[in-house]
């Protein structure tokens, strides 16, 4: 579980700093970068593939 959980932490100053650099030019694009982001990390979470059941 720890390692999960900092693997989850690494990615908040990269969020970060392209946040910061994004939203000084527009505010819109950086919640639309966020937005995208999201999509993204839902389709990855969706692509990994299941263990296969155990046939007994």
Do not use: C, H, K
């Amino acid at each position: 579980m720890s390692i999960s959980m900092s693997l989850n932490l690494a990615g908040f100053p990269l969020g970060s700093a392209i946040a910061g650099m994004v939203i000084t030019q527009s505010m819109s694009a950086a919640f639309m970068i966020a937005g995208i982001a999201s999509v993204i990390a839902a389709v990855a979470t969706v692509s990994i593939p299941r263990d296969a059941a155990p046939s007994s």
